[in-house]
Nanobody
Framework: QVTLVESGGGSAQAGDSLRLSCAAS????????MGWFRQAPGKEREFAAA????????VYADYVKGRFTISRDNVKNTVYLQMNSLKPEDTAVYYC???????????????WGQGTQVTVSS
């Protein structure tokens, strides 16, 4: 079992930046790929970004390209999502997840955090 806890969400204005963190415990963090997903009210959960266990491979959704950056610190057992140039449409609950590979499909991930709310105002 892997426990994931997200933090860093909150309210921001359009154009601002936020940095989300996801702290992992339970198993060796460095063995897992990590992903970030988001879900807005009334919408399905969608992929945002993923990173391989070593950090050598990153994958991004088109809507975050050039704005969001995923990174990880395997000493702190933490994965980050740096979000720049935020837009109102980025408003959602953001979830981190761990799995065996850095892929875009939510069903491929094994463990999920509880989520952190991000609200972006115009």
């Amino acid at each position: 079992q892997v426990t994931l806890v997200e933090s860093g969400g909150g309210s921001a204005q359009a154009g601002d930046s936020l940095r989300l963190s996801c702290a992992a415990s339970g198993r060796t963090f460095s063995n897992y790929a990590m992903g970030w997903f988001r879900q807005a009210p009334g919408k399905e959960r969608e992929f945002a970004a993923a990173i391989s266990s070593s950090g050598g491979i990153t994958v991004y959704a088109d809507y975050v390209k050039g704005r969001f950056t995923i990174s990880r610190d395997n000493v702190k057992n933490t994965v980050y999502l740096q979000m720049n140039s935020l837009k109102p449409e980025d408003t959602a609950v953001y979830y981190c997840a761990s799995g065996l590979a850095a892929v875009r499909t939510a069903g491929s991930y094994l463990y999920w955090g509880q989520g952190t709310q991000v609200t972006v105002s115009s």
